[in-house]
């Protein structure tokens, strides 16, 4: 049980963290580019979500930080392939292919990032189909793109006040060092990767909700925050309700990067069949937090209650205002 000053120490720490900050630069990209809400795919989601007949086109592409790429090489072309793959199931999708851009200085420095894509595509079956690559430059860079098609989408901007905000993490794992990533998906066997990715858009396509994203930087609360912006609702979060592995520090693990993470907005009668559908695949899952009418993403524990960003004094990516206007 937390007491009310190490609560409030962990709200302090949530609202200051680097990577809530980072998400703004989202907003700032999108109005450099002009985009708004005339533009075709409106900017918040997981990916670009393309109209294609009665199913949608996935898009989405991912940067990996410099530092990363040269600290961990090898699991940096890992996480080319995984983080991608877990937008698309984010959106309800299925991955059709990725394409890839590397600079390194040198085939030697090249060599683990390309194993590390060519070891996560063959783990997750999904292939590289081309990109761009250079050999010759003075450091080592990483970008990968996916594609991908969804029946039905979950997106960022139908979560609904009266739902309940669904968290699923695969605990089976461990933290790599130094970066708070943890780590479920390298050691685990192919057909299980493969099986819980498609979890996604199997409650789409049941219909069990039409709303979430992927646990990415920012962790469990900077995602909610998000989703909540992109809906034009408020969020509170229990934090004692998030699963969590045993031993691991509240406070990091609330802004802790999860190989399989999602979170999803039910409403309330389909909660067990949401739980019970991770369960059956090993993954920890429970309703952590209420979604209402608001402006706010708050955290409470025990009676207490501390709003991490309230979107209606400072807007995060401000994407819900682009999508209203």
Not at 215 to 220: D, H, R, T, V
Request: proline share 5%; net charge negative; hydrophobic share 50%.
């Amino acid at each position: 049980m937390l007491d009310g000053r190490a609560f409030a120490a962990i709200a302090a720490t949530l609202t200051a963290s680097r990577s809530m900050a980072g998400k703004a630069d989202i907003g700032r990209v999108a109005e450099a580019l002009g985009l708004s809400a005339a533009s075709a795919v409106p900017v918040g989601d997981d990916c670009a979500a393309i109209p294609d007949g009665d199913e949608y086109l996935l898009l989405a592409i991912e940067g990996f930080m410099n530092e990363f790429v040269a600290g961990d090489p090898w699991f940096a072309g890992w996480c080319g392939i995984m983080v991608n793959l877990s937008d698309i199931a984010a959106m309800g999708g299925r991955p059709i292919a990725v394409v890839d851009a590397l600079w390194a200085k040198g085939e030697v420095e090249a060599e683990p990032v390309l194993r590390g894509l060519r070891d996560a595509s063959a783990s997750y079956g999904v292939p590289i189909v081309g990109g761009h690559s250079n050999l010759r430059t003075d450091r080592g860079q990483l970008s990968v793109a996916v594609l991908g098609r969804a029946k039905r989408l979950l997106t960022s901007f139908d979560a609904r006040p009266g739902q309940s905000l669904i968290a699923a993490i695969d605990l089976r794992g461990r933290y790599r060092d130094p970066f708070s990533n943890w780590e479920a998906a390298t050691d685990a066997p192919a057909a299980r990767l493969r099986g819980d990715l498609d979890l996604l858009p199997q409650i789409a396509e049941a219909g069990l909700s039409r709303a979430g994203k992927d646990i990415s930087q920012g962790g469990l609360v900077g995602t909610a925050a998000m989703l909540a912006e992109c809906s034009r609702v408020a969020i509170d979060i229990d934090i004692a309700a998030c699963p969590r592995p045993e031993g691991v520090d509240l406070a990091r693990w609330l802004l802790s990067f999860p190989s399989f993470g999602h979170i999803l907005a039910v409403d309330p009668p389909n909660v067990v069949a949401v739980t019970q559908m991770f369960a059956a695949r090993g993954i920890a899952s429970a309703a952590v937090g209420r979604i209402a009418e608001g402006s706010a993403v708050t955290v409470s524990h025990a009676g207490d209650r501390a709003t991490i960003w309230d979107f209606a004094k400072s807007p995060l990516i401000t994407a819900a205002d682009r999508q209203a206007a």
